[in-house]
């Protein structure tokens, strides 16, 4: 799936901006990242909602409830990440992925949903679980 996104990226931004490889690899590098994190969201989102409507929000989960305290955590741990991605995707797995579309069509109406979906999917279960599992606005 994150194969899938590198390439979805990595092939547009060759198309865009011909001969950058090193941008378009840093640009597909951060678009898996973000990827990656939505799905630790979602994660975060599954584990919060069941701890609310199935314990009571008894336990606790030792995340940081505000904002700036929340900020700091995804920036320490965004940015790191960020490098780590952008060092798997090497030149030779980019060759391999590259190979491994080659002849594909990845930009048909397939792709195009699958590609939405990655993002768009988790980002909206997570918003519905979280507003399920915060007290008092769907309490009765």
């Known amino acids: ?3 899938f996104v590198f390439y979805f990226i990595y092939k547009y931004q060759l198309i865009d901006s011909p001969g950058k490889l090193n941008q378009s690899r840093f640009v597909s590098g951060i678009m898996v990242t973000l990827a990656i994190w939505i799905h630790f969201i979602l994660l975060f989102a599954i584990v919060k909602y069941i701890n609310w409507n199935y314990f009571g929000g008894k336990t606790s989960l030792g995340i940081p409830h505000g904002y700036a305290e929340g900020m700091g955590v995804t920036s320490l741990i ?8 952008n060092r798997y995707f090497n030149a030779n797995r980019i060759d391999s992925i590259a190979a491994y579309y080659e002849g594909k069509r990845v930009y048909s109406f397939k792709n195009w949903l699958k590609f939405i979906a990655i993002y768009l999917l988790p980002i909206l279960v997570s918003i519905y679980l979280g507003n399920h599992s915060t007290p008092g606005y769907y309490d009765s």
């Open 1 to 3: 799936m994150y194969r």
């Open 78 to 85: 965004m940015i790191p990440m960020i490098f780590v991605v």
